[in-house]
């Protein structure tokens, strides 16, 4: 089993909608949680980070961390087409513990 | 305020042969993490350096060696290429205190 699971999609939505992302994770000892985008052939870029539970917004963008279900989700509100990347979330111990990504396409 | 940098952007080699990526760590940041990406998959964590000193170090073989130098910057070497080393190679920093990570551009290696 993997320490971060992830949805790799792909994802397709029409512009205006809300992208749902979400991660599951095993290792307890998390506990900064963060989200990356991912354009083509970049290099990741942090998006969000939140320490512990709970919510945490910037504009557009949502996150959620429930510790005790070991799960954390992303929202994206009025998704635009420039929104179209990968989005990867990522849990520290020590290290980064990366999912694999979701493509998410957003359509115009 | 410069963020991570890295060279070169993209490299090829040849089976067998050694390679050195570099990394600069963005301003104010005292510690350096190196990451693989292969393609369609997230990044998996190489080794980690701080003061100079490897700290924790990923599933990688000895192969994969790395150095930070006194003004935090770090280098990555591969020797003895194989084709499944083909991969972005990214590096991140940090403040050792607090590991909320950012990573530069990455470096594409083939090995062919």
């Known amino acids: 089993q993997k320490e971060v699971e992830q949805d790799p999609g792909p994802l397709s939505v029409p512009e205006g909608a809300i992208v749902s992302l979400n991660c599951t994770y095993s290792?307890?000892?998390?506990?900064?949680f963060m989200w990356y985008r991912q354009y083509s052939r970049k290099g990741p870029e942090l998006l969000m980070y939140?320490?512990?539970?709970g919510n945490k917004e910037d504009g557009r963008f949502t996150a959620q961390v429930d510790k005790s279900s070991k799960y954390i989700s992303l929202f994206i509100r009025d998704s635009q087409p420039s929104d179209s990347a990968t989005y990867l979330c990522?849990?520290?111990?020590?290290?980064?513990?990366f999912g694999a990504g979701t493509t998410v396409t957003v359509r115009a | 305020d410069a963020g991570v940098t890295q060279s070169p952007t993209h490299l090829i080699k040849t089976r067998g042969q050694q390679v050195t990526l570099r990394c600069s760590p963005k301003?104010?940041?005292?510690?350096v993490s190196w990451y693989q990406q292969a393609l369609g998959q997230g990044p998996q964590f190489i080794f980690q350096y701080y003061e100079e000193e490897e700290r924790q170090r990923g599933n990688f073989p000895d192969r994969f060696s790395g150095h930070q130098f006194p003004n935090y910057s770090s280098e990555l070497n591969v020797n003895a290429l194989l084709l499944g080393d083909s991969a972005l190679y990214l590096c991140a920093s940090s403040l050792v205190r607090e590991n909320i990570q950012y990573f530069g551009a990455g470096t594409r290696l083939s090995v062919l």
């Open positions: 990522a849990m520290d111990d020590y290290k980064l513990s």
């Open positions: 290792n307890s000892a998390f506990q900064y």
């Open positions: 301003s104010g940041h005292d510690t």
């Open positions: 939140t320490y512990s539970s």
